[in-house]
DNA sequence: CGGCGTTTTGAGAGAGCTCAACATCGGTGG
DNA sequence: CCACCGATGTTGAGCTCTCTCAAAACGCCG
């Protein structure tokens, strides 16, 4: 959901860049909402970790994605921001882009952008309910295939896709090396080539 | 979220009504979209089915509530919708919704609603990791217990409960019969006490 | 070359799922 | 009023599958 498709030049002209580390946390559940953020370059992934210290990753948001779109109408952020890699992100000041709403187009846009998130956020949880790692694998790399329907590109690492997918990073592995001995997929380096297409 | 927060009364007046039987089918994944429905009355679900017949529940909407704002934005709906029990809904129609999102309190209390589902979604995403069904349920009760931070007054059957939960029956029944062992919980009907506060 | 994180494989255990039987509770019709 | 019936609620037993702990190969960077 790139910034530039709803959010006004004036609003974007506010924007505020800064440069993360990897493992650096951007904000935490309960901090001050400050705006929203877009990813320019790098990973910035949210999740929330619960009493016994296991994070659930929420989302992975990649260059030109924004995160905590949500938390523009609450006073404080609802999750974790944490740098999965070295990352620049740009700050939107809320009250920048509130102002923004006033204007119709954008408004209307950026509800659409909110609708869309709604829509990734139910299959994501369609997805956590497959108690199967195979079939969850499986269901993530359909999801995932590009326009050809069949090559999957890894943005991260395995171990990173495995957060992502609620699985051990053990799991995950085994998982890929059995579909890969059953030849439903191929592997070379980063990309993953379904060999035939799947119904999600 | 009722309608009334969002909804202007001009759009308002232009929703239909209708009565559905328990298990009866408002809309299906893939189906053009009409419109979003408010529930007057009785429960509506939002599932999915996936092809091992498996159905995630991904939403219960009870009076009041809306379902499918998201899929205003999409031609097609993006998940099943069905009477859990006897119920009534109201459609609004899309190009009346649309038409009401040129007001520009409306649009923003639009969004304002989406966001507040993004939020709800990812606390149930947050949920469905907890792999331990005493922690699930926990977590569950400590969501939805009331102000006073100790009674939940779960709204259908236990059976609906343990499908909204992600678990199987059995395995709910036999959780909450071991918190209410251990002291936790105590039960009265349809209503679940618990005997000192959690944090979530 | 040495160190660190990712990738990979092994073995064991715990926990929820599945199948199964039975109790309980409304609702229905004779 | 009572017997019947379907759905919910409940408990039992076994099995499968993932998690956990462990150890080793591999790749990258200083």
Not at 77 to 96: I, K
Request: hydrophobic share 40%; glycine share 8%; aromatic share 6%.
């Amino acid at each position: 959901m790139p910034v530039e498709d709803w959010l006004p030049t004036t609003a974007r002209a506010a924007g505020v860049e800064r440069k993360l580390k990897a493992g650096e946390t951007l904000f935490r559940l309960g901090d001050k909402t400050v705006g929203l953020y877009e990813v320019v370059a790098g990973r910035v992934r949210l999740g929330r970790v619960d009493r016994s210290g296991h994070e659930t990753v929420i989302y992975v948001a990649g260059a030109g994605e924004t995160i905590a779109e949500a938390s523009l109408f609450s006073p404080v952020y609802h999750c974790d921001a944490v740098a999965s890699t070295e990352a620049r992100v740009r700050l939107y000041p809320r009250s920048a882009v509130l102002a923004a709403m006033n204007d119709r187009k954008a408004a209307q846009a950026f509800a659409a952008t909110l609708a869309r998130q709604v829509m990734t956020l139910r299959t994501r949880l369609e997805q956590r309910n497959i108690r199967s790692a195979r079939e969850r694998v499986r269901h993530y790399l359909a999801l995932n295939a590009g326009a050809d329907g069949r090559s999957v590109a890894l943005t991260g690492t395995l171990k990173e896709a495995a957060a992502e997918l609620g699985l051990t990073h053990e799991a995950f592995y085994r998982t890929l090396a059995a579909l890969e001995r059953a030849g439903e997929i191929k592997r070379t380096g980063a990309k993953i080539t379904l060999t035939r297409r799947r119904p999600v």
